[in-house]
């Protein structure tokens, strides 16, 4: 496959920016090689500068759950930047949203629109602390929060990828109130809980670790969390960037039947379009300026760009019968892939669910980061590569979650159960 075209562009890419790119995994330093430059995407698939095309199981990192150029979703943008793309001024559209997203998340009462899933974090941590009037924080090694400085220690995603413990830059004050537990494991917050008792102002997780790989939490888990936390009078926030309308219609959290105090949103909600939003318990809401003292601003926050196309996209999904398609889709490439290593005897580990899928080259489970870590990256690299000859792109990183479109059908399945094949036999 050539890609001449993609490699010119990447070396002057190199040239004006960091790494060649603006988002460190993009830049193919785990699996090596140059990245593809792509032009347009269409339903499941991606054509590249060269060409090329690709059935697409990155879908920008999740936002795209109806797929490339939907239709409804290219008209709702088109419409709205008709009418201005910013007016720096409340809008329509970011009601309508705001009201759609506190009727299908169970923990969200009151919701605030942002711009990015590190910015709805990062707002929603520093309301937590003013709520509770205690500094510390629990995080999980290997999920990831955003870049945020005091988010960074042990993450996941492009952290875990680049093999950076931390990160320079970040002052050590940044930090020193962030407590790491591991993730599945009940026992190491309940520790921490209790050695830092009356100082945790809340627990931070993703409740399907999607940021190390696709790590699912054990039976209980959750509940355990939420239980310790209201024990400890601490406050349980979930980070649904990824899983929120990816796990199914109400989050993670009605998945598993575990409400939090706050919850944050992005990808999905913005039908493509750079968006974020955290909301939750109204009494804690209300801390939230101009009605409280906690303060957070945003420029282009609640934009009727991203606010329309994220109507479109969850108007979309409400459609009958489109969450069974997503988790048919879904469950169809784990298979597929599960199914063609064990034919060809090499060990793998599979994880689905919802709309998103993920898959380690390792001999046993892996439920937290010190097992997602050991998988054999060597292998996930020559895989990549393999798949990508065939036309289909995966993430360039074995710390990263795979996702699904309702633009996946029967044919894309099939497809990609012939390039596993034809890459676990080479």
């Not at 196309?309 to 879904?330: C, I, K, M, Q």
Request: proline share 6%; glycine share 12%; charged share 20%.
């Amino acid at each position: 496959m050539n890609t001449d075209t993609s490699r010119k562009l990447f070396e002057r890419a190199v040239e004006l920016m960091p790494g060649g790119v603006n988002s460190p995994v993009r830049a193919y330093r785990a699996v090596g090689g140059h990245p593809l430059f792509f032009q347009r995407g269409q339903g499941a698939h991606l054509v590249d500068a060269d060409g090329n095309t690709y059935i697409d199981y990155v879908l920008s990192w999740g936002p795209l759950i109806l797929g490339h150029a939907n239709p409804a979703v290219v008209r709702a943008i088109g419409e709205a930047a008709r009418d201005g793309t910013s007016f720096g001024a409340p809008c329509t559209a970011e009601i309508e949203l705001a009201d759609r997203l506190c009727q299908a998340m169970p923990s969200l009462e009151r919701v605030r629109m942002v711009n990015s899933g590190t910015e709805a974090v990062m707002s929603a941590i520093r309301l937590g602390r003013a709520f509770t009037g205690r500094s510390r924080i629990i995080k999980f090694a290997g999920c990831y929060h955003g870049h945020a400085d005091a988010l960074l220690a042990q993450a996941g995603s492009g952290v875990a990828t680049l093999s950076l413990p931390d990160s320079p830059g970040v002052p050590a004050g940044s930090v020193q109130d962030t407590l790491i537990a591991r993730y599945n494991d009940i026992a190491s917050v309940e520790s921490l809980l209790d050695e830092y008792r009356g100082e945790v102002a809340l627990v931070i997780v993703e409740p399907v670790a999607g940021n190390m790989g696709v790590v699912l939490p054990r039976p209980g888990f959750l509940q355990a969390l939420r239980e310790l936390t209201q024990a400890h009078d601490a406050l349980l926030l979930f980070d649904e960037v990824l899983t929120g309308f990816r796990v199914g219609p109400g989050g993670a959290q009605a998945h598993y039947g575990v409400t939090p105090d706050l919850t944050t949103l992005g990808k999905v909600i913005g039908g493509g379009l750079p968006v974020g939003a955290f909301g939750g318990r109204r009494d804690i809401m209300a801390m939230l300026a101009p009605e409280g003292p906690v303060y957070q601003a945003g420029t282009l926050s609640g934009n009727p760009l991203a606010m329309r196309a994220g109507l479109a996209t969850l108007r979309a999904l409400e459609a009958p019968g489109t969450w069974d398609l997503l988790e048919r889709a879904a469950t169809a490439a784990r298979d597929a892939i599960a199914e063609e290593a064990a034919a060809h005897g090499v060990p793998v580990q599979t994880a689905q669910v919802g709309s998103i899928f993920g898959f380690f080259f390792a001999d046993g489970p892996v439920a937290d980061w010190d097992h997602a870590r050991t998988c054999d990256r060597t292998r996930y690299a020559a895989f990549f590569h393999a798949m990508l000859a065939q036309g289909v792109y995966l993430a360039p990183s074995p710390f990263e979650a795979a996702f699904v479109s309702t633009a996946h059908g029967e044919a894309e399945a099939e497809r990609l159960r012939g390039a596993v094949r034809v890459a676990l036999a080479g």
